[in-house]
């Protein structure tokens, strides 16, 4: 879990079991009380935008993304089969 104050632009994080990667964010704090965070980000499945306000001492899940260059083979009913193009591996069933 990361605290909202870490979102930068760039950062990715799982909102509501949405994979979602940061556009903008902005930091407001006014007078007394809390700040809040304003990010607008991008849902990497759907490719849709939104924009979230969160208060100060909320926090995420973080998420960690490796990406490899790979190539399609084949599927075989709900599984996806692909190869990894230089060590020519199968890394995994998607």
């Known amino acids: 879990m ?3 104050n870490e979102l930068r632009k760039g950062v990715t994080f799982e909102l509501d079991g949405n994979l979602l990667k940061v ?3 902005s930091h407001n704090k006014t007078g007394r009380g809390n700040a809040n965070i304003k990010v607008k980000a991008r849902n990497l499945l759907t490719g849709s935008t939104i924009e979230r ?3 100060s001492g909320q926090s995420v899940q ?3 993304l490796d990406f490899a260059n790979v190539s ?3 599927n075989d009913g ?3 089969y692909f190869m990894d ?3 020519f591996e199968q890394p995994g069933i998607y």
Do not use: A
């Open 2 to 4: 990361i605290d909202v």
């Open 23 to 25: 556009l903008d964010y």
């Open 53 to 55: 306000t969160f208060s």
């Open 62 to 64: 973080d998420v960690s």
């Open 72 to 74: 399609y083979l084949y």
């Open 78 to 80: 709900d599984l996806y």
């Open 85 to 87: 193009n230089v060590t």
